[in-house]
């Protein structure tokens, strides 16, 4: 499904990633650990085609696309889903509104009729069960003022609708109390399918017991260093990345 | 296409004055204002610049070709209603749908006013300014010029001199108008100015919602608009204004385009009164226009609600006053400016609580939203406050479209300009929401319209 290929991206002038390989297929989770600023949240930025990143060398193909060429609207309307670290405020956009114009611009690019107002509330409600959220909070102006948390359930509720290939999920877990965390995680488990893949940024092992990767991958300084099973992750729990660090020090 | 020859002098007002056979004391009234006029000088205070107009080189009277005058739309030109379609405003759409009465002045005259005889039943007179001369000649003199005098300012003058039609409407005691009054302006023919008049009266305890649209075609000439609307609400009536102003705001390049020059007030005269106007303007090359509320009934109470936006070279010099002369009196001021382009937009408000006005309270929301950086948005606010019971607060902010909003937009497979539409329209909701539904989607569309292909 993705195939990243000695990828290096810089933003002015520093480089950040420098020289990442990874490959991802259709019905895999992957996890991105790494410590902070080792450049996991750019790698879903360029992923996501943000244009403040300039990629330098190196390629990127999805489903058999340079996913390079395209638009950051085009990438999401072939699957592309990035949950942010950072969610956005947009006053006086509902988050209904907001998903509603999504959704059907979705639609739209697959030559699909729009979805009328009943579908797409039933389409909602049936997406709130999943992450267990409120409506109220969905009628609210998107991100203002929801705490952490509420943030991190809405982006979960928005790859519901979207229905992504590739979702990216930067640090949801962090900012989560513990039942949120589970409920989060079992949305996003109700969501992995056969078709899809999941590439899951996070700090701490703790988010890998509810959503089981199949890979674990370090990534530090803008590159993968090293990869293993579930695994890994409880090993970097345990010792911390320094001996890593060493490691590469050693190569 | 019936119209007099350019330019302005006293035979020009006779002749439009005879074309619409009004009264002498109406003629009187026309010359008066003309004489006051030619004293006058155009105000420079505005933060706009144009080159001199040349007010001998304009037409100031110009009709579509009518046959006999219609009575329901199916008498009415087809090929003006074609006009009307082709704007997207179709009035046989507007009637089913919706069930606004409409008035629509074409150029100069006015050509349907739609549900007549329904509001008549009630009591309710809306017609057309000539029509009211000649049928309600009390009412119209009565009131005519009792909120904005004839020589209140530069433009109100020459509009007092030719003005060559508008809207009437007068909502007898008690009556809840009981659907969306509407008046549809379009100025269609070249080199022409459009100086349309509109009055409303609202008796003790009545209530209407009033909606006013604007468009122009597009011309290399630039065009002159000056109206006057004058709104006088008497013990417990409640007047809505809502605006949406799309008059051509001239090329990328800044050539052509409506100057737009309006003089609207209401007086709150009755005790308990309240008058809200709403406007979205979107239009013109140049906005120059501050719709008022004289607060001189105690507990009255006004509202302006406004959304501007300039993009390419427009400039917008538009805002409100506020002036508490009775007790208790309050006013509310929520502006949403927005610019774009090279455009500039300026707010302009005065609040001014005089003596008498003991517990007077003024609340001013101004926010202005940047997009680029060649644009420029400025906040001149006059606060005026003669008697210390009362309240006053004033609000500003400025802020930028965020590239990261955007960005959030697109990675949802949002396009960019939906996104700039999605966000505008968030940035003005609270002003959207005043106006009437239909309105509101209407004016949505427009903000995207307006600002299309500004980012990036
Ligand atoms: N706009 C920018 N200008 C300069 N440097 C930047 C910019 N954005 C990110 N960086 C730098 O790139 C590096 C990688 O940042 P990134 O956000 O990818 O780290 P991360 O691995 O996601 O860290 P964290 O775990 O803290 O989220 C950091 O050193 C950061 O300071
Ligand atoms: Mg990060």
């Known amino acids: ?251 | 296409m019936e119209s007099a020859p350019k330019g302005l002098n006293e035979d020009i007002i006779r002749f439009i004055s005879a074309k619409k056979s009004e009264p002498e004391w109406l003629l009187e009234w026309r010359l008066k204002a003309y004489r006051q006029w030619k004293t006058m000088k155009e105000p420079k205070w505005p933060n706009v610049s144009y080159p001199e107009i040349n007010y001998q080189d304009v037409i100031y009277y110009a009709a579509p070709k009518q046959k006999a005058k219609p009575k329901n739309l199916e008498d009415v030109d087809p090929e003006l209603l074609k006009t009307f379609e082709k704007l997207g405003i179709s009035l046989t759409e507007q009637k089913r749908l919706t069930g606004v009465a409409v008035d629509a002045v074409l150029d100069s005259v006015s050509v349907a006013t739609t549900f007549k005889e329904k509001l008549a039943e009630l009591g309710i007179i809306f017609c057309s300014f000539s029509e009211a001369v000649q049928e309600h000649p009390e009412l119209v003199k009565k009131y005519l010029g009792s909120v904005v005098p004839m020589n209140d300012n530069y433009f109100a003058a020459l509009n007092s001199a030719v003005f060559s039609d508008g809207s009437f409407c007068y909502i007898p005691k008690g009556v809840r108008c009981p659907m969306e009054l509407s008046t549809y302006f379009r100025i269609n023919a070249a080199n022409t100015g459009q100086f349309e008049r509109t009055l409303i009266v609202a008796d003790e305890g009545s209530y209407v919602s009033y909606l006013e649209g604007c468009t122009a075609p597009q011309r290399d000439e630039n065009q002159l608009h000056a109206a006057v609307v004058e709104i006088y609400a008497m013990k417990n009536a409640h007047v809505k204004y809502s605006t949406v102003q799309n008059w051509f705001p001239g090329d990328k390049e800044g050539k052509g385009g409506i100057y737009n020059f309006v003089t609207k007030r209401a007086l709150c005269f009755g005790d308990h009164s309240k008058v809200s106007w709403t406007q979205v303007e979107t239009g013109s090359a140049i906005t120059w226009k501050y719709p008022s509320c004289v607060l001189k009934g105690d507990y009255s109470s006004g509202e302006f609600y406004s959304v501007a936006v300039t993009n390419n070279y427009q400039q917008a010099d538009t805002g409100t006053k506020m002036i508490h002369i009775g007790k208790h009196t309050k006013s509310r001021i929520v502006s949403k400016g927005i610019s774009a382009g090279h455009s500039q937009n300026s707010y302009r408000g005065q609040v001014h609580i005089m003596k008498r006005a003991e517990h007077a309270r003024n609340f001013s929301q101004c926010d202005s939203l940047l997009m680029g950086d060649k644009c420029g948005a400025h906040t001149f606010p006059y606060i005026d406050v003669e008697n210390n019971s009362g309240k006053v607060e004033h609000e500003a902010t400025t802020s930028k479209i965020g590239e990261d909003q955007i960005f959030y937009c697109l990675q949802r497979g949002i396009d960019e300009e939906s996104a700039v539409a999605l966000i505008v329209n968030g940035y003005a909701k609270e002003v959207l929401n005043q106006l009437p539904m239909e309105f509101a989607v209407e004016a949505q569309k427009l903000l995207a319209l307006t600002l299309e292909g500004s980012v990036g």
Do not use: C
Request: hydrophobic fraction near 40%.
């Open chain 1, 1 to 251: 499904m993705l195939t990243i290929k000695n990828l290096h991206a810089k933003i002015e002038d520093n480089e950040i990633l420098k020289g990442l390989n990874l490959e991802v297929n259709a019905g895999e989770v992957h996890a991105i650990m790494g410590p902070n600023g080792s450049g996991k949240s750019t790698l879903a930025s360029v992923l996501a085609g943000r244009e403040e990143f300039e990629v330098t060398e190196g390629e990127i193909t999805y489903q058999g696309k340079n996913l390079l060429e395209l638009e950051p609207e085009e990438r999401a309307r072939e699957g592309v889903f990035l949950a942010f670290q950072y969610p956005v405020e947009i006053p006086g956009v509902s988050t209904i509104n907001f998903m509603k114009t999504a959704v059907n611009q979705v639609r739209e690019s697959r030559g699909q009729e729009p979805l009328d107002a009943v579908s797409f509330l039933s389409m909602m409600k049936e997406k709130m069960k999943l992450v267990e959220i409120d409506q109220s909070l969905l009628n609210r102006s998107l991100n203002e003022g929801f705490s952490g948390g509420e943030k991190k359930r809405n982006e979960i509720f928005q790859m519901a609708m979207l229905e992504p290939k590739l979702a990216i999920l930067d640090e949801t877990d962090s900012g989560l109390d513990i039942d949120a965390l589970r409920i989060v995680a079992n949305g996003v488990n109700k969501l992995r399918t056969k078709n899809n893949a999941i590439i899951v940024v996070t700090h701490y092992q703790r988010l890998l017991e509810y959503i089981v990767p199949d890979f674990v991958h370090v990534l530090y300084k803008g590159k993968i260093v090293k990869s293993g099973t579930k695994e890994l992750a409880l090993e970097l729990e345990a010792k911390g990345y320094d001996w890593i660090k060493d490691q590469v020090a050693v190569v």
